[in-house]
């Protein structure tokens, strides 16, 4: 089983990013996938979340209205579209799969925004 991700890096504030995350090993359809993120002292805390099927998104407060999960089962692949950035975005950012009580995590991808 693996998930990596990719498309982190360093981007000013009000900037852009599309993170990607690729899993193999496991029939990703069937899972719930999320995006997780972990800023240097605090607690990893769930960002957004996408059903396995046709159901609703959910969000952080933080940031909604900024940031996009969406998933492409074809490519066994979830992304997050992370628009209108701000320096307290900077964080690790993971990816999550979950059915039932199995759950993989990805290794993360540093987020950091900055001027």
């Known amino acids: 089983v693996q998930l990596v991700e990719s498309g982190g890096g360093l981007v000013q504030p009000g900037g852009s990013l599309r993170l990607s995350c690729a899993a193999s090993?496991?029939?990703?359809?069937?899972?719930?996938m999320s995006w997780y993120r972990q800023a240097p002292g605090n607690e990893r805390e769930l960002v957004a979340r996408?059903?396995?099927?046709?159901?609703?998104?959910n969000y952080a407060d933080s940031v909604k209205g900024r940031f996009t999960i969406s998933r492409d089962n074809a490519k066994n692949t979830v992304y997050l579209q992370m628009n209108s950035l701000k320096p307290e975005d900077t964080a690790v950012y993971y990816c999550n799969g979950r059915f039932g009580f199995l759950t993989y995590w990805g290794q993360g991808t540093q987020v950091t925004v900055s001027s």
């Open positions: 996408i059903p396995s099927a046709a159901g609703s998104t």
């Open positions: 090993g496991f029939t990703f359809s069937r899972y719930a």
